[in-house]
């Protein structure tokens, strides 16, 4: 049987007024083997549900796609034992994938843990947000994060999980997925996107629900985005990587305020009070 992405739970509830057991609901981690034509490529841990959007995502941003037109069937084996995803991968992708097989599994924490070598996370994305001019209001970004956790299902049921949103440049909502790894929920929306035929994703911002990190800033490269704003704070290296890779990055997106990280050229307008 299928995990699902919840699973209940009776943990003792402490308070002041003493304890009892309760009914909870918590979220499920749990691996996923992802295979790159029928060999084990990565081991992640994730929330189970969208695997096909979340193997297509990944593999995007680990450079083992370029796009739609390499990526073949990507389906769940029938005679594979626990949670399988395959991917047909064509082209130079099938090359790279040999290159960068992951030798550790990856934990809901780390998008770039167990990598062959430290010079392998460098990806080089084939779709550089730099060229785009895509403009994006104020106004607009400051309702992203309402709109992204109105679309937080899953988080309304065990308060933990994250969320990753893909949205137009006028605020329109295409895509929102939640996983216990903030890199899972980011993988996830990419991959719908790539096997919808939408990447590169010009003209899209990438609305996550927690921190943005290095490995965001490079997934949202990868996947040509060259907006990511986020309700927590950047690091330094995601400003730095955004910076040479021309991402614009928005960080404490509260609705009444944030911050422009790197490319404030694509925000425009201020806050009407």
Aim: aromatic share 4%; charged share 20%.
């Amino acid at each position: 049987m299928r995990l699902t992405g919840s699973s209940p739970a009776t943990p003792l509830r402490v308070s002041a007024d003493g304890s009892a057991a309760r009914a909870d609901v918590l979220a499920v981690e749990a691996p996923l083997e992802i295979r790159v034509n029928g060999r084990g490529y990565a081991v992640t841990m994730r929330t189970p549900g969208d695997d096909l959007d979340l193997t297509a995502g990944f593999l995007l941003s680990e450079g083992v796609l370029r796009g739609a037109a390499d990526l073949g069937a990507v389906l769940r084996p029938e005679d594979a034992e626990g949670d399988v995803v395959d991917a047909e991968v064509s082209g130079p992708g099938a090359l790279v994938a040999m290159d960068r097989q992951r030798h550790v599994y990856t934990s809901s924490s780390c998008g770039v843990c167990g990598l062959a070598s430290i010079d392998a996370v460098a990806t080089t994305s084939h779709f550089s947000p730099v060229a785009d001019t895509v403009t994006v209001s104020a106004q607009v970004l400051a309702s992203l994060p309402d709109l992204l956790r109105s679309g937080q299902e899953l988080f309304d049921e065990t308060g933990g999980v994250h969320a990753a949103g893909l949205f137009g440049a006028d605020g329109s909502v295409l895509a929102v997925r939640e996983d216990v790894g903030r890199h899972n929920a980011v993988d996830k929306v990419v991959g719908w996107a790539l096997r919808d035929g939408r990447v590169p994703l010009t003209r899209h911002v990438l609305q996550v629900s927690g921190r943005v990190s290095f490995e965001l800033v490079q997934k949202a490269a990868m996947a040509g985005i060259p907006v990511i704003a986020a309700v927590s704070a950047p690091s330094s290296l995601a400003v730095d990587l955004a910076e040479a890779l021309g991402v614009t990055v928005v960080g404490f997106s509260r609705g009444s305020s944030f911050n422009v990280y790197a490319g404030p050229e694509r925000v425009v307008g201020g806050l009407r009070p």
